[in-house]
C-alpha cells in the first residue's frame, strides 16, 4: 500500500516590499500571531499552519503570492471588523457556491503589499 507523501500545508510564504508595513498589517489588523521575525522574514502562527512574510531574495521570487483563504465563525463580523480597520476590500462577503445545506460565503481583500487573500465561511442553511 502506498503512503502519501504530502501530509498537511505547514507553511505559505508571502511575499512582500516592506517587511515592517506587511508585519503590521498581519498583526494588528489581521491578529494573527507573530512567532518571530528577523530583518528580511516574519513568522506567524494560524491554528497550526505558519505564515511566512519574507522579502524576496531575488526577481525570481518577486511576485504576488496565491491566495490565502482565511477561515472565520461569521464573515459578515469579520468583514465589518476589518472594514473598521481599514482594510481595503474588493467586494462585500457574498455566495460562492452551495452545496446541500451548505453555503461557503467569501469576501476578498488586499494587503499592505497588494496581494488578494480571501476570508471564508461556510453557513449551514
Known sequence: METKMIQKIAQIGVPVN?????LDFYKEKLGLSVLFNTNSMAFFECNGLQLMLTLPENEEFAHKSSVIYFQVNNIKDA?????????TFIDEPHVVAKIGQTETWMAFFKDTE????????EVRV
Open 18 to 22: 516592506d517587511l515592517n508595513r506587511a
Open 114 to 121: 497588494s496581494n488578494i487573500h480571501a476570508l471564508m465561511s
Open 79 to 87: 468583514y465589518e471588523h476589518l472594514v473598521g480597520k481599514e482594510v
